[in-house]
């Protein structure tokens, strides 16, 4: 077994030399998915975010009160702040190096690791600015500080030239980065104004201390080209906003803001803002130090624990027993919400920060909360009250629905729709039960007296089944016939169909004797054979054998199946005396109901025949019903006969 492993003669090349490190921010370049979660629009301008993030940072911690974000004519984009400015000295561990190339050509450099520099801020793994810089094809920084004015430039993370002293700044601070992404990662994707406009709206309005511009040399039509956001309201602005003059349950938003520094001496805050509306979903929006995250997480989680649990108590302190079954789901129905807190080295889900992780900001942001709406619920009763009774109809509708789906289940399975024309049997259990399958209504008449009604149920066909095999699977579907026969048999299609399901022992295809009688036969089995072959493997299906001829000689009656048989029977007779009298059946309607019983549907007297795929052959069977089903009716008769025939011996 080992020798077989070794079959590979190739010279064996998987050596040291095959372990490449990748230097600098070679590993951008190549999967820039794991920095920037994709190459797609979204990712694109998630390079916008790391470096207004940058600026939010100075702001928050604050150095900056100014930022400009302007896309230009070229879809290259400026952020300028008024901050500190980015260090450009020489760095100590970087010999001929300013900070600068060091934050922008090298990951993991930052200021953001040991809260020295900035309290909470929204970068933290020293990686963004850099990403940034190796997927633009052109990227200028400019540093006012120190009464000096710096610029390096860069091209897809390389430095097109040192760090350049370019003029004084004697009143001027910050930092100013230019680039342009690159159209090797991000193809035919472009900024677009109007994703930007919004973004640095709501930036603005998560921190009141910055003043935002934009402007954009591109006119999408819809989007301001010039605008300045500065909301001292912060987030009750903003929610006010979003809900734009929609109905809420309380005038004035459940809004704060708490420093955890003063409550809990801890660095960070959280603030928040909340309505409900009966006009619309509820949302969260929630962010971290600024950054938005769409799902969720600690934060989000603190600050519904804090709600929750406050409208609980006010609900039994205002003696509302059914307050009790509030749940978090009732109050997000149509509950609008915005929570951002600032926290100390936060920790993100991935580099896009999409989910925060830090187990701490729950504590933080429940406790927070929780005091000031068990304040906000106590001093404004009306609104209080408004908010409780949505919150419980909430509650008794989600129970509602809830019992609504189980009693549908119930019935589901307790009323099983069948079909109208199916004659059922009376059993509840499976165990020795049989389904018929007969060829129209008259036969189902005589079939129907002829039955043992506990045990054998009828389903009669209309015309000729659907020549499954040349349907395309969508016909299948929707055919009446065979959607009664599913319905009938408790089973699906193909993929769908369990054997577990089947409501028969027996499947038994009863048709006349003769070729149409053959032909449904033949469609029925290509039928099962193609979207329902477990039941032939596991040996539900059978074909029963009505008999073509009725000869009776006084007392004696036989039936027979075909005409040898019969010559047989009228050489050597019956053993009775007289002429023999043959009486041929037209078809199953034509036997009455002690005829049929006795030959075909009695257990004690009939004869059956199991279908089977001859299991060494299983792809010529496949092929046998591919070509039987094709164009030669007479080949189909003629297979059904041979083997109605052969099958006699395996009479069961
Ligand atoms: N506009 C700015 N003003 C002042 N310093 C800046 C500015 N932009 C970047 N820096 C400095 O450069 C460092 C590296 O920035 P970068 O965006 O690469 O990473 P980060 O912000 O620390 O973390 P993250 O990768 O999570 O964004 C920052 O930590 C900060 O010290």
């Given at each position: 077994m080992a020798d077989d492993l070794l079959t590979d003669t190739a010279p064996d090349t998987y050596d040291a030399s095959s372990i490449e490190v990748l230097e600098g921010l070679e590993p951008v370049r190549k999967r820039p998915g794991m920095y920037i979660g994709g190459t797609d629009e979204r990712a694109l301008h998630h390079l916008v975010a790391e470096i207004l993030d940058n600026s939010m940072d100075e702001a928050v911690a604050g150095h900056a009160t100014r930022i400009e974000v302007e896309l230009h004519e070229d879809y290259s984009l400026t952020v300028r702040d008024n901050g500190r400015g980015m260090p450009f000295d020489p760095h100590p561990k970087f010999p001929g190096k300013s900070a600068l190339e060091v934050i922008l050509c090298t990951l993991h450099a930052g200021g953001k690791f040991s809260g020295k520099s900035y309290e909470t801020s929204g970068g933290l793994h020293g990686v963004g600015a850099s990403v940034v810089n190796a997927l633009s094809d052109s990227m200028v920084v400019q540093v006012a500080r120190d009464r000096k004015l710096v610029e390096q430039r860069f091209s897809r993370g390389v430095p097109q030239g040192p760090l350049q002293e370019i003029g004084a700044a004697p009143n001027r601070r910050g930092t100013t980065t230019t680039f342009h992404p690159d159209e090797e990662i991000f193809g035919h994707h472009k900024f677009k104004p109007a994703r930007l406009f919004k973004s640095i709206r709501s930036k603005a309005y998560l921190f009141s201390g910055v003043e935002i511009r934009w402007k954009s040399a591109i006119d999408d039509g819809e989007t301001p080209q010039e605008a300045t956001f500065h909301f001292p309201g912060g987030l009750a602005d903003y929610l006010k906003e979003s809900l734009s003059g929609a109905m809420t349950y309380s005038e004035a938003p459940f809004a704060g803001r708490v420093s955890f520094q003063e409550r809990f001496g801890v660095p960070g805050r959280v603030e928040w803002a909340i309505n409900w509306t009966p006009v619309r979903d509820g949302f969260v929006q929630s962010y971290c130090n600024t950054v938005p995250t769409p799902e969720g997480g600690t934060h989000v989680a603190g600050f519904w624990a804090a709600v929750l649990k406050g409208i609980k108590a006010y609900g039994e302190l205002v003696n509302n027993?059914?307050?009790?079954?509030?749940t978090r789901e009732d109050l997000m129905a149509g509950g609008c919400a915005l929570v951002s807190c600032f926290i100390r080295e936060p920790e993100f889900v991935g580099q896009t920060k999409d989910r925060l992780a830090t187990v701490e900001a729950h504590r933080l942001v429940e406790n927070a909360v929780r005091d000031h709406f068990d304040n906000w619920l106590a001093a404004d009763t009306k609104s209080a009250g408004a908010i409780l009774d949505f919150l419980v109809l909430r509650a008794e509708e989600r129970q509602r629905r809830r019992q609504e789906k189980e009693t549908q289940r119930k019935t589901a399975t307790k009323k099983l729709r069948l079909p109208g024309k199916l004659t059922d049997c009376?059993?509840?259990?499976?165990?020795?039960t049989e389904l018929f399958l007969v060829e129209g209504d008259s036969a189902g008449g005589s079939a129907k007296m002829a039955r043992?009604?506990?045990?054998q149920a009828l389903l009669p066909l209309r015309g000729k089944i659907l020549n499954v095999l040349g349907a395309a699977s969508n016909k299948i579907g929707t055919n009446q016939e065979i959607n009664d026969l599913c319905q009938a048999m408790g089973v699906g299609l193909g993929t769908k169909f369990n054997i577990d399901d089947l409501r028969y022992d027996k499947i038994i295809i009863m048709t006349d004797a003769d070729v149409d009688g053959a032909h449904i036969a033949s469609l029925l089995m290509t039928f099962f054979f193609s979207q329902m072959r477990p039941l032939i493997d596991k040996g539900h299906l059978y074909l029963a054998c009505p008999p073509l001829f009725r000869l009776t000689q006084g007392a004696h009656r036989v039936y027979v199946q075909d005409e040898a048989e019969r010559d047989v029977w009228l050489e050597k007779g019956l053993g009775g005396k007289g002429k023999i009298e043959v009486s041929r059946f037209k078809g199953l309607g034509e036997m009455d109901a002690k005829d049929l019983k006795e030959t075909t549907m009695d257990v004690k007297t009939r004869k059956l025949i199991r279908v089977t795929v001859d299991e060494e052959a299983p792809g010529e069977t496949g092929d046998l019903v591919e070509r039987l089903m094709g164009k030669k009716p007479e080949l189909r008769f003629q297979y059904i006969q041979e083997n109605a025939r052969f099958a006699e011996g395996l009479d069961l």
């Open positions: 027993r059914k307050a009790a079954q509030i009376s059993a509840t259990n499976r165990d020795g043992d009604r506990k045990t």
